[in-house]
């Protein structure tokens, strides 16, 4: 999977979802930057995000994948308990 180690989140989207376009306004209104923070793959156009997507069972977009976790839909719970756990205690 095409993810460096600074990256914290992976959104497997496509064109026109609305609930990835949601995942992607509430990672920016976050501060996170694309391309620093998270990546965005479009798996209309990725055939190996597809075939990641698809041997997980999972049949609809977006797909967020942080460290071993990974969920479908727009979940700002989940995006938001992962950044907390970022956080120095």
Same mark, same amino acid.
């Given at each position: 999977m095409p +993810? $460096? $180690? @600074? $990256?914290? #989140?992976t959104l497997m989207s496509k064109p026109g979802c609305v609930?990835?376009?949601?995942?992607?306004? *509430? #990672? +920016? @209104?976050k501060g996170l930057v694309e391309g620093r923070d998270f990546v965005v793959l479009d798996v209309t156009k990725d055939a190996e995000a597809l075939k990641r997507l698809q041997d997980l069972n999972y049949a609809q977009a977006p797909v967020? #994948?942080?460290g071993n976790d990974h969920w479908s839909g727009y979940r700002? %719970?989940?995006? %938001?308990? *992962?950044?907390l756990s970022l956080q120095p205690a």
């Open positions: +993810e $460096t $180690t @600074s $990256t914290i #989140f609930q990835c376009n949601a995942t992607l306004r *509430h #990672f +920016e @209104s967020v #994948f942080f700002p %719970d989940k995006i %938001d308990k *992962h950044l």
